[in-house]
């Protein structure tokens, strides 16, 4: 599990009992130096819940380029009527008027056997079919945390679901929606130009530590709170799924899953 301290709060409901590889830790972490871990700037607090669903997606894009060689993209309609042979009436048509009758007999022949060539025929081959690996989108983890009061609905459930919320909103938004207003203030020396162009504070990034593997970085895409959960009679709500979406930072190479097995941060 995420190592902690006194300083350190843990957020979560009470689990005694419960095997330590059930229960999924949160925590933030900040790029220190190319490596993605907890710094003396991140928010120390660890938020630990069991999680009732879990699942990871990996989407990897590969495409056949040269599928649309083949003269089937060219003329798709012709091809497709010579290969499942529905051209042959309509040869027969044009060819059946003219001349005499052994004269379209033998022309019926002719074109029968050159367009049965054609049947059962097909432009695909092993060049362009080929699967060339296009890329591939950062990997989608998809959870939902459990939390559930005991004793106190306020430090077991209230705590660590607004905690997961802090993280996932923007740090924060700037209230001055004109760029030329801060590139004013900017030019005054009241702010500098990187915080005039850029005025607002994204997500934090965070890492999830669950059974023997830590994931870092993630961001979290979405998250969800029932808001028919059941409450106390002040109001407090007493148990709450959160269902979220985390999302790797960038793709994943055989490094990087490699990195997941390491010991926690």
């Known amino acids: 599990m995420t190592p902690t301290t006194k300083?350190?709060?843990?957020?979560?409901s009470k689990w005694t009992g419960l095997s330590e590889h059930l229960?999924?830790?949160?925590?933030?972490?900040?790029?220190?130096?190319?490596?993605?871990?907890?710094?003396?700037?991140?928010?120390?607090a660890t938020v630990m819940a069991p999680l009732t669903e879990a699942s990871m997606e990996m989407a990897l894009n590969w495409q056949s380029p040269f599928e649309q060689a083949g003269p089937e993209t060219?003329?798709?309609?012709l091809m497709a009527?010579?290969?499942?042979?529905?051209?042959?009436?309509?040869?027969?048509?044009?060819?059946?008027?003219?001349?005499?009758?052994?004269?379209?007999?033998?022309?019926?022949?002719?074109?029968?056997?050159?367009l049965k060539?054609?049947?059962?025929?097909?432009?695909?081959?092993?060049?362009?079919?080929?699967?060339?690996f296009s890329g591939m989108p950062p990997v989608k983890?998809?959870?939902v945390a459990l939390f559930r009061a005991w004793n106190d609905p306020e430090s077991e459930v209230m705590a660590p679901v607004d905690k997961l919320m802090e993280w996932a909103l923007p740090v924060?938004?700037?209230?001055d929606g004109s760029i030329l207003a801060r590139a004013a203030k900017a030019a005054r020396g009241e702010m500098g130009f990187i915080e005039a162009l850029l005025p607002s504070r994204a997500p934090v990034r965070i890492a999830m530590t669950y059974k023997g593997r830590t994931y870092s970085p993630l961001v979290i895409e979405s998250i969800g709170q029932p808001m028919d959960a059941q409450v106390d009679r002040n109001g407090r709500y007493v148990e709450q799924l959160i269902?979220?979406?985390?999302?790797?930072?960038?793709?994943?190479d055989r490094a990087t899953w490699a990195n997941f097995k390491t010991s926690p941060l």
């Open 7 to 12: 300083s350190a709060p843990v957020l979560s």
């Open 23 to 44: 229960l999924a830790s949160f925590f933030e972490v900040d790029n220190d130096n190319g490596v993605w871990r907890r710094t003396d700037k991140t928010d120390p």
């Open 74 to 77: 060219k003329a798709p309609a």
């Open 81 to 114: 009527m010579l290969q499942s042979g529905v051209l042959q009436p309509i040869v027969d048509a044009f060819t059946s008027g003219k001349g005499s009758a052994s004269d379209a007999s033998a022309a019926q022949k002719k074109s029968g056997d050159f």
């Open 117 to 132: 060539q054609f049947e059962g025929r097909t432009g695909i081959t092993r060049l362009n079919s080929t699967q060339v």
């Open 141 to 143: 983890i998809q959870v």
């Open 172 to 175: 924060e938004l700037s209230a």
């Open 243 to 252: 269902p979220m979406t985390l999302c790797t930072l960038t793709a994943l």
